[in-house]
């Protein structure tokens, strides 16, 4: 079985500032992982999957990665902060090769950005 | 433009009432989802179809139902038999056994 726990569910940041949200998985197989944004009454739109090539993977809006094996890990970090990126953010899990209809969702990350 | 049309995006209905919540898309996507969220809890699968003419239920499908009898389009409804209705509720879909979902914009479900 797979499951995601994303720490800190909500984190605050200045403007300009490093964002760094983590997000730890289990699974009893290799695991395919993603990272979606949502903002206020929207959907969810991806910002970045990791499916087995490289283990740093970079997204859209100069997201990025980093999957670690070892420490069952797929934090996602943005060197400078924009008030845009206020948002929630939800890590998922699904095994690898399978569906969407297997994807576990984290309870979801609340961004604050501060002028 | 491709994309996940849900409808209507704000809904109200009376406790006791069925719901019908519609999902269209036209992204040529063989498998459509549904998902509940509420503040918190992340997301959680109602149902999924991966052809037409056929669903399987989710982690929470009691109380909720489903159709797929066109490949476009994946309506759920909201029977009164669930218990706690009013959330916030996605519809996705995607190509085949790809493991990138694609969301509509949600609707908001409200009971009172």
């Known amino acids: 079985a797979q499951s995601v726990t994303q720490l800190g569910s909500h984190v605050s940041v200045s403007e300009g500032a490093l964002v760094l949200l983590r997000c730890n998985y289990s699974?009893?197989?290799?695991?395919?992982l993603f990272w979606y944004v949502q903002y206020p009454n929207q959907g969810l739109q991806l910002l970045l999957k990791?499916?087995?090539?490289?283990?740093l993977v970079k997204g859209i809006n100069d997201f990025e990665a980093e999957f670690k094996k070892s420490e069952t890990s797929f934090h996602l970090t943005k060197p400078s902060a924009h008030m845009s990126d206020a948002a929630e953010y939800f890590c998922a899990v699904t095994p690898f090769g399978s569906g969407s209809e297997k994807l576990v969702f984290g309870k979801g990350t609340k961004l604050t950005v501060n002028p | 433009d491709g994309g996940i049309t849900q409808s209507p995006k704000y809904l109200f209905r009376k406790e006791g009432q069925n719901v019908t919540l519609s999902c269209e898309q036209n992204?040529?996507?063989?498998?459509m989802y549904w998902y509940r969220q509420d503040p918190g809890q992340g997301l959680r699968l109602i149902y999924y179809?991966?052809?037409?003419?056929?669903?399987q239920k989710g982690d929470i499908a009691e109380g909720y139902s489903v159709s797929r009898e066109k490949k476009e389009s994946f309506p759920l409804t909201v029977t009164s038999a669930q218990k706690n209705p009013t959330a916030f509720y996605l519809c996705?879909?995607?190509?085949?056994?790809?493991?990138?979902?694609?969301f509509g914009q949600g609707t908001r479900l409200t009971v009172v």
């Open positions: 990791y499916t087995s090539a490289a283990t």
């Open positions: 699974s009893s197989v290799p695991p395919y």
């Open positions: 992204l040529n996507h063989d498998a």
């Open positions: 996705a879909s995607s190509r085949g056994r790809s493991t990138e979902a694609f």
């Open positions: 179809s991966q052809i037409v003419n056929d669903f």
